[in-house]
């Protein structure tokens, strides 16, 4: 097995925002671990949190199929793309987007930039893992931001969306989210699939 892949989204809290968010790349620069560490930050703390952690993987924590032109207050992924990023989520449950806006955003990125497709149950990871992300991460959108993983809450979510996704497409890797704060929420989605 691989090592695990373990996603920090920053979101928009204030203390993972503009110098604390540099410091918290930092500090995840700084762990010394077999996991592949990502930080998924603001697009406008992105350049900043490359230069203050450059050993650190940054990926964006959205992107927009859009072409150049007029698109105001969105991103185009080859702007992150030049700042630095290696790779963004998309879809996720605090921002949806349609399938063919997955599609789209898949088509238009290079190959080994990578992309995590959020996915809220088992039917919408289906869906996403046979357009080809590198990832689908399921994360029941009730758990998100709280204080219970879903690998306890809701196990078989997990489990299911493996065996989902694999069956789909077996290149498309799976990870989950949703509440997960501990090493041993980490462990249990590893033992899950």
């Known amino acids: 097995m691989s090592?695990?892949?373990?996603?920090?989204?920053?979101?928009?809290?204030?203390?993972a925002q503009g110098?604390?968010?540099?410091?918290?790349?930092?500090?995840?620069?700084?762990v010394e671990t077999d996991a592949r560490l990502v930080a998924a930050v603001s697009a406008l703390d992105l350049s900043s949190v490359v230069k203050a952690a450059p050993n650190l993987e940054v990926w964006c924590q959205?992107?927009?199929?859009?072409?150049?032109?007029?698109?105001?207050?969105?991103?185009?992924?080859d702007t992150a793309i030049a700042r630095g990023a290696?790779?963004?989520?998309?879809?996720?449950?605090e921002h949806k987007v349609s399938l063919e806006q997955v599609a789209m955003l898949?088509?238009?990125?290079?190959?080994?930039?990578?992309?995590?497709?959020?996915?809220?149950?088992?039917?919408?990871a289906k869906s996403l893992a046979a357009l080809v992300p590198d990832y689908v991460a399921v994360e029941p959108p009730e758990l998100i931001?709280?204080?219970?993983?879903?690998t306890s809450a809701d196990p078989g979510i997990v489990s299911g969306t493996v065996s989902a996704v694999k069956e789909t497409n077996d290149q498309v890797q799976v990870?989950?989210?949703?509440?997960?704060?501990?090493?041993?929420?980490?462990?249990?989605?590893?033992?899950?699939?």
């Open 3 to 15: 090592n695990p892949l373990i996603i920090v989204n920053f979101k928009t809290y204030q203390d």
């Open 175 to 193: 990870l989950c989210g949703a509440g997960v704060k501990s090493g041993q929420d980490i462990s249990t989605a590893i033992d899950l699939g």
């Open 19 to 30: 110098h604390s968010a540099e410091a918290l790349a930092r500090v995840m620069e700084s």
């Open 145 to 150: 931001g709280g204080d219970v993983s879903v």
């Open 106 to 124: 898949l088509d238009q990125v290079p190959e080994g930039f990578e992309v995590c497709a959020c996915a809220a149950n088992i039917d919408e």
């Open 62 to 77: 959205h992107l927009d199929p859009i072409s150049f032109g007029s698109n105001t207050g969105w991103i185009h992924p």
């Open 86 to 93: 290696k790779g963004t989520l998309i879809n996720h449950a």
